[in-house]
Every structure is written in C-alpha cells, then in structure tokens.
C-alpha cells in the first residue's frame, strides 16, 4: 500500500474541518454554520474517496510493471 496522496489528506482535513463545524453551528443554534460544515465534510469524504481510488489504480500499475519486468 503506498503513502497517502495529497487528494486524500486534503479529504481527510476537510472532513476534521467540517465536523468542527457542523458541532460548533449545532451548539451555538448557527443553522448556516451546521449546513457549512456538513457540505465540507461531504466534500472531504468524495475527495479522499477519489485519492484512494487514484493511490490504488498507481499502485496496482506498479504491481503489473513489478510483474513483467520478472
């Protein structure tokens, strides 16, 4: 498994980020806040999602690279 990429970190960021603020908007009654950070979060997950996917198709290249070269 190779290290993460830059797609899946900023995910993984984006969906700390969002879940601080959809917490902070539903302890403070920020309706729009909440909303915020839910959306932010959701977008984290796509974009760490899609880096995965990415991360795994690489490696997967270099598994069959790997093999012919055999």
């Known amino acids: 498994m190779g290290l993460?990429?830059?797609d899946e970190m900023k995910g993984?960021?984006?969906q700390?980020?969002?879940a601080i603020k959809d917490?902070?908007?539903e302890?403070?009654?920020d309706r729009d806040l909440e909303e915020r950070g839910e959306a932010?979060?959701?977008g984290g997950n796509i974009q760490e999602g899609f880096g995965t996917a990415r991360r795994k198709v690489g490696d997967a290249i270099e598994d069959v690279g790997d093999a012919?070269?055999?």
């Open 12 to 14: 993984k960021f984006d």
């Open 23 to 25: 917490k902070v908007g």
């Open 16 to 18: 700390a980020s969002g």
């Open 4 to 6: 993460p990429n830059e």
């Open 68 to 70: 012919i070269k055999r």
């Open 40 to 42: 932010q979060r959701a």
């Open 27 to 29: 302890a403070t009654g």
